[in-house]
């Protein structure tokens, strides 16, 4: 099976998807928050599934600068992610082998900051697979529907699928036209993500060969389009 004869580009989302760390992320953004707003308990009821930094932020501190929380965010984040700390989720490594092998761009499509992303895949040794070019931040929008618009322009020419771990990143798949992976590692149940209807949904990243040749499919399959 062949790929197609474009660029093509796999973007992943990070927390629940590439990685699992155990929850710093969040105890570094409540410091942050707490310390540098005054505000106690600043993520309580707050849900980080699919969620972008920016749009955590805008919840709870609404017009509020950020670029102190920011700062001492990616301080915090950096002192928590100790020897131990997380690690890549089942099958993940794999699978950038195989797509990397056969001559797919990695990207990122994630919520996270790009400090925070650089910090968290540094930490579990696979930020250096990922080409910074097709990548999209929390720094380009709060909405990811809207990230996505900025990840296909720099994806331009390229056939484009999406992996992820919530509704989130079924929503702005379809808002941009491309295909859209989900696995069920992250928050959201197999049920609630079923309803999305994705174009294909799966328990985690571990079958590789069965991974790669959807993707193989998907992609060649894929017609760009201007967002909705």
């Given at each position: 099976m062949t790929l197609p004869t474009q660029p093509s580009v796999v973007l992943f989302d990070i927390?629940?998807?590439?990685?699992?760390?155990?929850?710093?992320?969040?105890?570094?953004?409540?410091?942050?928050?707490?310390?540098e707003w005054g505000i106690a308990d600043p993520l309580a009821g707050v849900s980080f599934a699919g969620a972008t930094d920016g749009g955590v932020a805008a919840r709870v501190g609404g017009e509020r600068p950020r670029d102190g929380v920011w700062?001492?965010?990616?301080h915090y984040?950096?002192?928590?992610?100790?020897?131990?700390?997380?690690?890549?989720?089942?099958?993940?490594?794999?699978?950038l082998d195989a797509l990397s092998e056969r001559g797919v761009a990695l990207g990122l499509l994630t919520g996270n900051l790009s400090g925070s992303a650089r910090l968290k895949l540094e930490h579990v040794g696979l930020w250096s697979r990922f080409e910074l070019g097709y990548c999209?931040?929390?720094?380009?929008?709060?909405?990811r529907r809207v990230m996505a618009e900025r990840a296909l322009e720099r994806c331009a020419g390229a056939s484009v699928v999406i992996i992820g771990d919530s509704a989130s990143d079924v929503s702005?798949?379809?808002?941009?036209?491309?295909?859209?992976?989900?696995t069920t590692t992250g928050p959201q149940s197999r049920e609630e993500l079923e309803v999305l209807e994705p174009d294909h949904l799966v328990s985690d990243l571990t079958d590789t060969s069965a991974l790669v040749e959807w993707l193989t499919l998907a992609l060649?399959?894929?017609?760009l389009r201007e967002p909705a």
């Open positions: 927390d629940g998807t590439l990685v699992s760390l155990g929850g710093v992320g969040r105890a570094a953004m409540q410091r942050a928050m707490t310390e700062r001492r965010y990616l984040l950096s002192g928590l992610l100790g020897p131990g700390r997380g690690a890549p989720l089942p099958g993940v490594v794999r699978l999209a931040f929390a720094e380009d929008h709060d909405d702005a798949a379809k808002h941009i036209g491309v295909p859209v992976l989900v060649s399959a894929t017609k």
